[in-house]
């Protein structure tokens, strides 16, 4: 009895010496650090500091040695005293240079997003543009002016303007459904660039908190919850190009709360014969508090509004006759305006010691007017084709998630459940034929809709060490309501339609620097509601099946290589046909391929990156030889170097390459591929940057973005199906000064 009663005493010591420490990962400037990795050296437990920086650890003991590291900060060691068990641990990184050598593939919460996260550090983003292109494997183009948003090419689709990914800021969604020019239309216009603070990225629709449009993946921009310092800028370029930029601190920047404002101004007539007279204002206001115990609000607001004249896209047969040059124009009475305005409350709380409460609400307005003349005079041999596209939007909803960490025997389990709305109350969609952008000839489209999505999910993570499980599952509830306008009566439409998409991923573990994974899941991407009410809900939610095989590994200790091996089918594509007001179904599509992306430190300054992905799309329903995909790119490539503060100098050189393309079903029409090569160069002295930047160095002439259109000039008898296309920007050089105070 007594043997059993002190093995009982030494057991009640052990659990008791075993104790939990809580604490918040901070920065110099007293800002919560997320993803910090927090590991016992003696117990070997470990935990992630959350966006508050706040994390909790179990099984520690005095005189335990903990490590506490981010790519990016110095590695922190601590030796635990008694008193660190009474109160929060206040635990400060100090910020220093990218070191990859660093990265500890096992220790990195979604280590592929932390490589856009090195992106962004060793080559900073100065365009919209160009932050879309810090996704590995996607490709953009711009067609229409500067103003209209790009065209998205990813994983083997033409994803238009947002039909197959799903794109959000801070949890707030940009993909405007069942929108005037088309399905899941994502204008990112109005996110000034120097705000962006971390991307989030997946391929596949594999992520239960990801719906609607996340079929070839989705992306996920922050904003930055401070600025270290405030700054103007002036850059100034060929092509009447201006832009300014101001950022500037509202607070001094405090551990309790943050508060900066950004302006941006851009203006430019781009290389077109017809100017362009493209400008745009862009408002960012964004205030940050943290509570006591480190529960996070945020609040943004912004707007945008922004107007342009464009040349369109030219046929290939006018240039090559002598007709008009590349940037010459048919109809040059195209362009458009628009405006968005934004307000997003976000709100960050541990609701224990291991939950966590994460939720956004938001409201935008929107509003749109985009002229457009693809085929010139093959309708109207009298006034032309010219049509208007317009709406005013209104979408509201919040996003709520709750994550639950727990133990089931000796595996952990992590529980992440959430509810979302979506509501977009549409006044006014029109499709007109118009002429020069002042009389309306004819309304094909007018009418009011209200769309609603309303969604749930849980996505549960068996953790067995070095073996993860996670499955998920997604239940979607939408609501279609039109009210067609050009009807003599009030005769409202309505489609209710429901869907569940499963996912499952594994995880291994393989060392300490080599993660392989298999993702799998069902997803969907919704049909435009003025279709979905027209056939009485056929086709409402096509679903898309995807398969993932993939690694990230470390075989060098500044290399990372992240590869995969992936099938996507879609039971429907859709093709929106704007200027007829119609969605075409392009039938059932397979696509397979591989993703390899390479990023090597060289030395501490110098780092190379490059991504790659070759693709086979094809119709399953259609004959071979007629069952390409338009515009689905076989093989697209994009990298660069670049040095990251040399002696006060930074910059580099990067590339994109898209290879020939079919642009109709049977490969007899070919859109052209490109390579193009950018420059960048700034060098920092006292609080003054002084830099340039060479867009296309070597002026290759490329086609943008290009289509086959069939149209018919005013001097010809009948239509001409072939190329029409958006030439891509000449030799391009500016230069810009930046004083930061």
């Known amino acids: 009895m007594k043997l059993y009663l002190l093995i009982f005493s030494f057991i009640l010591v052990a659990v008791s010496n075993a104790q939990q420490i809580k604490g918040v990962v901070i920065n110099n400037e007293n800002q919560p650090l997320e993803a910090a990795y927090v590991y016992n050296l003696n117990s070997k437990s470990h935990a992630h500091s959350s966006g508050n920086g706040v994390f909790v650890l179990e099984n520690n003991k005095e005189g335990d040695s903990l490590r506490i590291g981010l790519l990016g900060f110095k590695n922190k060691t601590i030796v635990l005293n008694a008193s660190n068990f009474n109160k929060k641990l206040n635990i400060v990184l100090e910020e220093k240079s990218f070191q990859l050598d660093e990265l500890v593939i096992t220790e990195t919460l979604n280590p592929v997003s932390t490589i856009s996260r090195l992106d962004i550090n060793t080559n900073p983003v100065n365009s919209s543009q160009e932050i879309l292109r810090k996704v590995p494997g996607l490709i953009i183009g711009q067609h229409a002016g500067g103003g209209k948003a790009e065209q998205i090419f990813l994983r083997g689709f033409d994803i238009d303007h947002g039909t197959d990914i799903l794109l959000s800021v801070d949890g707030m969604p940009i993909n405007m459904v069942s929108h005037a020019h088309g399905q899941g239309y994502s204008d990112l216009h109005f996110v000034i660039p120097e705000t962006i603070n971390k991307i989030d990225f997946g391929k596949g629709s594999y992520y239960a908190e990801r719906g609607d449009f996340a079929t070839a993946g989705y992306v996920d921009f922050s904003t930055k919850d401070y600025l270290k310092e405030s700054s103007v800028a002036l850059s100034v370029g060929q092509f009447n190009s201006l832009r300014t930029l101001g950022l500037f601190n509202l607070l001094e920047t405090t551990k309790n709360q943050n508060a900066y404002l950004a302006t941006e101004y851009i203006a430019t007539d781009g290389p077109y014969e017809s100017p362009q007279n ?228 594994f995880y291994f573990d393989a060392a300490s620097n080599l993660q392989l994974y298999l993702k799998s899941g069902i997803g969907f991407h919704s049909n435009d509601t003025r279709v979905v009410v027209s056939q009485q809900g056929k086709d409402v939610l096509p679903r898309s099946y995807g398969l993932d095989l993939g690694s990230i590994w470390k075989p060098a200790p500044k290399l990372i290589v992240n590869s995969a091996l992936w099938y996507l089918f879609l039971e429907q594509e859709f093709v929106y046909v704007g200027d007829a007001g119609i969605v075409e179904p392009s039938g059932k599509t397979a696509r397979y391929g591989a993703d390899l992306g390479l990023r090597y430190q060289l030395t501490d300054w110098l780092f190379f990156d490059t991504d790659a992905t070759y693709t086979h799309a094809r119709s399953t329903e259609d004959p071979n030889g007629e069952n390409y995909i338009p515009l689905a790119p076989d093989f697209t490539m994009a990298g660069g170097i670049s040095v990251n503060n040399l002696n006060g100098f930074s910059g580099g050189m990067r590339y994109r390459y898209i290879d020939d393309r079919p642009a109709n079903d049977d490969n007899s029409i070919v859109a052209q591929g490109y390579f193009i090569t950018d420059f960048n160069a700034n060098y920092s002295f006292n609080n003054i940057t002084l830099g340039v930047v060479i867009e296309n160095l070597f002026d290759t002439k490329w086609n943008e973005t290009q289509f086959a259109t069939e149209s018919r000039l005013q001097n010809e008898a009948q239509g001409v199906e072939e190329i029409h296309f958006t030439p891509g920007s000449p030799f391009f050089i500016k230069g810009s000064i930046t004083y930061t105070f």
Request: net charge negative; aromatic share 12%.
């Open 278 to 505: 493209f400008n745009r204002l862009n408002l960012f206001g964004k205030y940050v508090s943290f509570s006591p115990n480190n529960d996070k609000l945020s609040l943004t607001v912004s707007h945008f509004t922004s107007r342009w004249d464009a040349s369109g896209q030219i046929p290939q047969r006018e240039v090559e006759n002598g007709n008009i040059t590349r940037f010459g124009s048919i109809d040059d009475t195209e362009g458009g305006n628009t405006e968005r305005t934004n307000f997003n409350v976000e709100f960050h709380k541990h609701i224990s010691d291991n939950s966590t409460l994460k939720t956004n609400a938001f409201y935008s307005h929107y509003g749109f007017e985009l002229y457009s003349n693809f085929t010139f005079f093959l309708e109207d041999a009298v006034n032309g084709d010219q049509i208007k596209q317009k709406e005013d939007r209104s979408i509201l909803g919040f996003n709520t998630a709750i994550t639950n960490e727990t133990r089931l025997g000796t595996t952990e389990v992590t529980i992440t459940s959430g509810i979302s709305l979506r509501h977009d109350i549409v006044n006014d969609i029109e499709l007109s034929h118009t002429l020069n952008r002042r009389a309306t000839l004819e309304q094909i489209q007018l009418g009011d809709l209200n769309q609603t999505n309303l969604s749930a999910f849980t996505n549960i993570q068996f953790d067995f060490g070095k073996f993860k499980i996670v499955p998920a599952l997604r239940l979607d509830y939408f609501k279609f309501l039109y009210n067609d306008k050009l009807q003599a009566n009030y005769t409202p439409q309505v489609v209710t339609k429901t869907i569940l998409s499963p996912k499952l991923n």
